[in-house]
C-alpha cells in the first residue's frame, strides 16, 4: 500500500468516528432551540360598551314603538323687526329750535296728534311773504277794478286795463305761492301769524327711534337724521337665520310656528315672505324673513323659535319619554338583545308629544321594542 493511500484510510477513519459526536450536537443543539422559543400570545378583546346583561331582564318592561306621520320640521331662532313697510319717520322741512316735545321713544301715538313744537326763523319768513302776498293781491285787485270801471267810460286805453288785469293775476299767483309754501313747512294759513311751528304724527303706531331733545336744533333735510320714526306694529316681522344645508326645506309662502319665549302657551303663525339672496360669509347662513300678525304681544328686539313644515310627510317612531336615556349629550334607547342583553342605541329625538310621549326621528323604526324606563336598567348596569 502506497503512503497516499494510508493517509486516505486514516482521514476516512477518523471521520467516521467524529461523526457520532457530529450527530449528538446537532440533536443537542435542536432540542435547545425549540426549548427557547416563545409561547403564542392569546389576545383577548374587550367586549361591546353598548351591549348589557342583567340576571333579570323581566324587571325591565318593554314597548313597542308607535308610528307617527308628520311632516318634516325646522325650527331656527329669530327675533321680532318692524315692518319697514310700515314705518314712517317723522321729519320738519323747517329748521329752528326745539321749544317743547310731546312724545317719548316707545309711546303710542295716533295720526295727527302733536309731538314736538320748533321756533322756526323759516316759518316767520314764510308768514311775512304770505301776508305781503295777500296785501299785494289785495292792491291788484282794486286797482283792476278802477282801471275796469274807467274804461267802460272810455277814459282809458283797453291796453291800461289789460295791463292792470296783469298784475292782479301776478299778484293771485303769488298768494297762492306763499300758501303752499306755509303749508309745506307744515303751517296753516288760517292761524295766527307765528315763527312756531307744530309737527304732528303722520300715521299711527308705537315711536321706535326718537334722534331729538328739548332745546335740540334741527336742521333742515340736508344729512339730519329722523327726528322720531313711526312704526305699526299691528304687523311685524321675524328674521331668521337659515343654514344653507337647511334652505331646501324652507320655501316662500310655506307657514311657520312662532313659539315666544316671553309667552310659551301661545303659538303664532305666519308665513315666510322672503328668502334672502346673499348668505352670511362667517355663518353661512342666509336670512328668511316671516311676516306674522302681532295680537300686541310680540315686541321689536324679541327673540323667538321659528318652526317649519315640509310638504312632504314621514313616519317616526314614538315611544314613551321615559324611554329615552339622556347621555353625554346625546339620546339613547335600551333595544333588548335576547338571553338577558340589552343593547344601547343612539336616536335622534323630536318634537315632545302630548302624553309625555317623545319623537324620534332616526335610530328607531315603529314596532321596534325598547325598555320602557331607560334610566332605571342604566343605573342598575352601574351598580
Not at 295727527?112 to 299785494?136: C, E, N, P, T, W
Not at 303752499?180 to 307744515?186: A, M, Q, T
Not at 311751528?197 to 326718537?210: K, L, R
Amino acid at each position: 500500500m502506497s503512503l497516499a493511500s494510508t493517509v486516505r484510510c486514516a482521514f476516512v477513519g477518523s471521520c467516521l468516528l467524529a461523526a457520532p459526536w457530529l450527530t449528538t450536537g446537532c440533536a443537542r443543539g435542536h432540542a435547545q432551540t425549540e426549548s427557547t422559543a416563545p409561547l403564542p400570545i392569546s389576545i383577548d378583546e374587550e367586549g361591546d360598551g353598548s351591549l348589557v346583561r342583567v340576571d333579570h331582564p323581566e324587571r325591565f318592561p318593554l314597548t313597542a314603538a308607535a308610528a307617527r306621520r308628520a311632516a318634516p320640521e325646522l325650527s331656527v331662532t329669530g327675533v321680532v323687526a318692524p315692518d319697514v313697510s310700515r314705518a314712517v319717520p317723522v321729519i320738519s322741512l323747517a329748521s329752528g329750535r326745539v321749544i317743547d316735545i310731546r312724545a317719548r321713544l316707545g309711546d303710542q301715538v295716533r295720526k295727527g296728534q302733536l309731538l314736538l313744537r320748533i321756533q322756526s326763523a323759516d316759518v316767520a319768513a314764510a308768514f311775512a311773504d304770505y301776508r305781503k302776498a295777500v296785501a299785494d293781491e289785495v292792491l291788484a285787485r282794486t286797482q283792476v277794478d278802477r282801471a275796469r270801471a274807467l274804461f267802460d267810460r272810455g277814459a282809458i286805453a283797453r291796453k291800461d286795463l289789460e295791463v292792470a288785469q296783469d298784475v292782479d293775476d301776478k299778484a293771485v299767483v303769488d298768494v297762492e305761492t306763499t300758501a303752499e309754501r306755509l303749508r309745506v313747512l307744515g303751517v296753516a294759513t288760517d292761524r295766527p301769524p307765528s315763527g312756531v311751528v307744530d309737527i304732528t304724527a303722520p300715521a299711527s303706531g308705537v315711536i321706535t327711534e326718537q334722534n331729538v331733545a328739548t332745546a335740540a336744533g334741527v336742521k333742515s333735510l340736508d344729512n339730519s337724521p329722523n327726528l322720531f320714526t313711526i312704526a305699526d306694529l299691528s304687523r311685524v316681522w321675524i328674521l331668521c337665520d337659515v343654514y344653507e344645508n337647511d334652505l331646501a326645506s324652507v320655501r316662500v309662502g310655506d307657514a311657520a310656528d312662532i313659539h315666544l319665549a316671553a309667552y310659551p302657551d301661545r303659538v303664532l303663525t305666519g308665513r315666510i315672505d322672503n328668502i334672502g339672496p346673499i348668505l352670511d360669509p362667517s355663518l353661512r347662513t342666509a336670512k328668511v324673513r316671516i311676516e306674522v300678525a302681532n295680537p300686541a304681544l310680540m315686541r321689536v328686539g324679541m327673540f323667538v323659535t321659528a318652526t317649519f313644515r315640509g310638504r312632504t310627510t314621514e313616519v317616526h317612531a314614538v315611544v314613551p319619554a321615559t324611554a329615552v336615556l339622556h347621555l353625554h349629550d346625546r339620546d339613547w334607547v335600551y333595544v333588548p338583545a335576547g338571553e338577558g342583553r340589552f343593547v344601547r342605541r343612539e336616536v335622534v329625538s323630536g318634537r315632545m308629544l302630548p302624553v309625555l310621549q317623545q319623537e324620534l326621528l332616526s335610530g328607531l323604526q315603529p314596532g321596534e321594542r325598547v325598555v320602557t324606563n331607560a334610566l332605571v336598567l342604566q343605573n342598575t348596569v352601574d351598580q
